[in-house]
C-alpha cells in the first residue's frame, strides 16, 4: 500500500524567510511518480511538479526548489525568500505508475507581511 | 488555466437528493480520475475512467456512481445524499495513465454542500 505522510499541519513564517515542507512516503513499488499541488485559498489544486523513481536529480524553479531522496524516501519541497502570495494548502501526492494520486493530509503555510 | 473544466462550480442540495457533477478533460487527454477532499477523509481518490471504461476504483460508495461518454467527458452521479457527502469534488485528466512524462491536470472542483 502506499502511504504519504506530511507531519507538518501548519507553518507560519514572516515574508522573506526561507520554508522547507516536508514529504516521506511509503510505497514497495520501484516505479512510481511524487508531486507537489498548491491549493490556494480560492481552492483550485495547482501542480508544481513532477519527479520520477528513477530521477533523483534536486530540482529548482525560480524561488522553489524540491530535494528528492531516496534513501530516506523523502520529497521535500522548499521555497526562498517566502511571499504572502505563497500562503497556501501545499499537498504531496504518490502515484505507482500513474492508476492514482495518494495524498498526504497537506500542510498550510502562512506567510505574514 | 488547467483545461480541465468542472461543472457548476457550487451546488447546494437537500439530503435524500441526487446530483450529478460533469468534468471535461483537457483537449487530448484520455483518462479521468475523481476525488473527493472533505474536512475528515482529506484528498481521497473516488473512480478512474480510460477511454470510456472503467480503470479503478477507489473508495467511492456503492451511491456514488461515475462514467466515461465517448467524447471523453464524465459524469460524477451522487444519490440518497447525507449531510456527510458535503466535500469538494476534483476531476483530473491525464493523456494516458500509466505512461511516464504525464500528470493529472485538477479542475477548478465543484462544492458540493449538502443541507
Known amino acids: 500500500a502506499q502511504k504519504v505522510t506530511q507531519a507538518q499541519t501548519e507553518i507560519s513564517v514572516v515574508e522573506k524567510e526561507d520554508v522547507t515542507l516536508d514529504c516521506v512516503y511509503e510505497?514497495?513499488?520501484?516505479?512510481?511518480?511524487l508531486f507537489w499541488y498548491k491549493q490556494p485559498p480560492s481552492g483550485e489544486l495547482v501542480f508544481l511538479i513532477r519527479?520520477?523513481?528513477?530521477?533523483?536529480q534536486n530540482e529548482i524553479s525560480g524561488r522553489y526548489s524540491w530535494n528528492f531522496q531516496k534513501s530516506t524516501s523523502s520529497f521535500n519541497f522548499t521555497i526562498t525568500a517566502s511571499q504572502v502570495v505563497d500562503s497556501a494548502v501545499y499537498f504531496c501526492?504518490?502515484?505507482?505508475?500513474?492508476?492514482?494520486?495518494?495524498f498526504g493530509t497537506g500542510t498550510r503555510l502562512l506567510v505574514s507581511p | 488555466d488547467s483545461g480541465v473544466t468542472q461543472t457548476p462550480k457550487h451546488l447546494i442540495t437537500a439530503t435524500g437528493q441526487r446530483v450529478t457533477l460533469r468534468c471535461s478533460p483537457r483537449?487530448?487527454?484520455?483518462?479521468v480520475y475523481w476525488y473527493q477532499q472533505s474536512l475528515d477523509q482529506g484528498l481521497q481518490f473516488l473512480i478512474q475512467?480510460?477511454?470510456?471504461?472503467?480503470?479503478a476504483k477507489g473508495n467511492i460508495l456503492e451511491r456514488f456512481s461515475a462514467q466515461q461518454f465517448p467524447d471523453l467527458h464524465s459524469e460524477l452521479n451522487l444519490s440518497s445524499l447525507e449531510l456527510g457527502d458535503s466535500a469538494l469534488y476534483f476531476c483530473?485528466?491525464?493523456?494516458?495513465?500509466?505512461?511516464?512524462?504525464?500528470?493529472?491536470?485538477f479542475g477548478q472542483g465543484t462544492r458540493l454542500t449538502v443541507v
Open positions: 475512467y480510460y477511454n470510456g471504461e472503467e480503470r
Open positions: 501526492a504518490l502515484s505507482p505508475g500513474f492508476q492514482k494520486l495518494v
Open positions: 510505497t514497495r513499488d520501484t516505479t512510481y511518480y
Open positions: 483530473a485528466s491525464s493523456v494516458v495513465p500509466g505512461a511516464p512524462n504525464t500528470e493529472a491536470f
Open positions: 483537449s487530448g487527454d484520455l483518462s
Open positions: 519527479r520520477n523513481s528513477f530521477d533523483e
